[in-house]
């Protein structure tokens, strides 16, 4: 029984181990992604289709977490994904909602996504699961080329775009938001 249970944990261990590397990584294309001396919070707020990420990150007072140590990975939803949440959560009284759908998109560790690929590899069929800010668990799986993240409520979302990796950690664009509209 010991034994099963270590190996059910076994590709998330190499997941968060992963993460946690600093190794220059090569992304799903094979190039090394283009790492920059910018600060997650510098990155979001350079990219012209997260302008409503980097007001709900303000907002959120998050800030200051993102442009501090880190490493952290944001699966950073681009604004037509956050357009689609319904509310304006960088509007004041959505202060505490945007804060925890950041959190549900945010993860320790830089993950780049050829270590989340090695870990698919690893793990096999069944996924690879890595746990929130929000104390979520974010579901990794292929989806053919792509690579699917699914939250716990069922929410899904693809990795689009080019990743980039920033001073404290690395940014995901991903098509869609990682928690269920209510």
């Known amino acids: 029984m010991h034994n099963r249970n270590a190996w059910a944990i ?21 190039a090394p992604p283009a790492p920059t001396n910018q600060t997650l919070a510098e990155v979001i707020a350079d990219k012209g289709e997260m302008d ?22 944001v699966f950073a939803p681009a604004d ?3 357009g689609a ?27 780049t996504r050829a270590d989340i690929l090695a870990a698919l590899e690893r793990g096999g069929t069944g996924g690879v699961q890595m746990r929130t800010m929000a104390d979520g668990l ?20 693809r990795l689009t775009g080019d990743e980039t990796v920033a001073a404290n950690g690395v940014v ?3 098509d869609g938001l990682l928690v269920k509209a209510e």
């Open 10 to 30: 076994a590709p998330l261990m190499a997941l968060s181990l992963a993460a946690c590397s600093g190794e220059a990584d090569k992304s799903a294309d094979g």
């Open 52 to 73: 409503t990420l980097e007001g709900v990150i303000r907002n959120a007072g998050l800030s200051d977490v993102l442009a501090g140590k880190g490493p952290y990975t």
């Open 80 to 82: 037509a994904a956050l």
């Open 85 to 111: 949440a319904g509310s304006d959560l960088s509007d004041e009284a959505m202060k505490a909602q945007g804060a925890a759908l950041l959190r549900a998109h945010i993860v320790p560790g830089a993950l």
């Open 138 to 157: 974010l579901t990794f799986s292929r989806d053919g080329d792509a690579v699917t993240v699914t939250a716990a409520d069922g929410a899904t979302a």
């Open 172 to 174: 995901q664009p991903v």
